[in-house]
């Protein structure tokens, strides 16, 4: 790194007994003096030996202080300043086609739930056509939108929560991130606004799926209920949707950040607070695990016909704990297991 940044970490308490006077030398204890690509002049003693996971944390955290305080434009000049050029020049989106948007989706009941009016409604076409709808009027599916949207919401909600809550910690902003940005919890609110209703595709078992899955939640009050917690996996192209249509009027609107979050927070309400919020089963028992120092045996992992079947196993205190679950896709199944090894663990009867 050319400002050494490397050496004004801070990674151990300080220790006056160790303390310096810059410039002074004695023995065993004189100061190298090295010189920053600025040319001011910097003075050090020995070497110290620093994880590039560490380094690289801190540069993260710099990015966010210059973020936090100064904005995108400040982070970019720091970003710039060590090295990193980064141009993000915005250049109109040009259409090579022309879509008869109405003809596909109803494009003014789209605009009334999304609360923003498209300039170009052939995204929204785009947004909502699965890869299985082969139209030569639609030459592209929902992916690379989606790819874009993921990356949006991404950031969005990270600086939402940021921002929101100033006073916790770390490892719970991270959770409250992990909880709110994921599959399950843009599924939901999909199929909450109906979105499913109107995905345009042409495959039989994506078709059964839906239509399962979305029978299977009528049960429960969607108002109050969090993807996050749910026990059944959604179809991935109902989260997919919601990160296209994000990345839809992102696009649309000229890359305005703010105005993708103002059309889709409103969908994904209620979002999950420090109150509501449960830890994920596979991070509570590994967490136990630690503190009660419990072996936790390596997952075993099998898969038959297209479905996940997992086997977590823990040793506590001479007993052994274990549950095979099975699902559509592996996390899932791994949620499984792990809430239901949780739930005995915590049931036990240790004396």
Not at 188 to 212: N, P, R
Not at 230 to 237: A, G, L, M
């Amino acid at each position: 790194m050319l400002w050494k940044l490397q050496g004004f970490i801070r990674d151990e308490p300080f220790d006056p007994k160790d303390w310096m006077i810059p410039g002074y030398n004695c023995g065993n204890y004189s100061l190298n003096e090295e010189t920053l690509c600025n040319a001011k002049k910097i003075y050090v003693r020995g070497r110290r030996k620093l994880k590039c996971k560490k380094v690289a944390d801190v540069v993260e955290a710099l990015i966010g202080a210059y973020l936090s305080t100064g904005g995108e434009a400040a982070g970019l000049l720091f970003l710039d300043w060590i090295g990193i050029s980064i141009d993000f020049t915005n250049i109109s989106y040009e259409r090579h086609f022309k879509v008869r948007a109405e003809k596909f989706v109803n494009v003014q009941h789209f605009e009334s739930l999304l609360h923003y009016s498209f300039q170009d409604p052939s995204l929204l076409v785009e947004a909502l056509t699965h890869g299985s709808y082969m139209l030569a009027e639609i030459p592209g599916c929902y992916q690379r939108l989606e790819f874009l949207g993921d990356s949006v919401l991404d950031y969005l909600i990270t600086l939402h929560l940021y921002n929101k809550y100033p006073g916790i910690t770390p490892g719970l902003l991270t959770d409250l991130r992990s909880a709110s940005v994921n599959n399950n919890c843009y599924a939901l609110s999909a199929v909450k606004a109906g979105f499913h209703k109107h995905i345009l595709q042409s495959s039989q078992k994506l078709y059964k799926d839906i239509k399962e899955t979305v029978e299977s939640f009528q049960e429960l009050s969607l108002e109050y209920t969090f993807g996050w917690e749910s026990e059944k996996s959604f179809p991935k192209v109902l989260g997919d949707v919601m990160e296209s249509l994000a990345g839809a009027i992102f696009v649309d609107s000229g890359y305005k950040k703010e105005i993708v979050f103002q059309s889709i927070r409103p969908l994904l309400e209620p979002m999950i607070t420090p109150e509501t919020m449960t830890v994920h089963p596979v991070k509570e028992l590994y967490e136990l695990c630690q503190k009660e120092h419990y072996e936790l045996r390596k997952a075993i992992v099998s898969y038959e016909d297209g479905i996940s079947s997992i086997t977590i196993e823990v040793e506590a205190n001479g007993k052994v704990f274990k549950h095979t679950s099975t699902a559509c896709d592996k996390k899932m199944a791994k949620k499984l297991a792990s809430k239901e090894v949780l739930k005995s663990l915590k049931g036990a009867n240790f004396s």
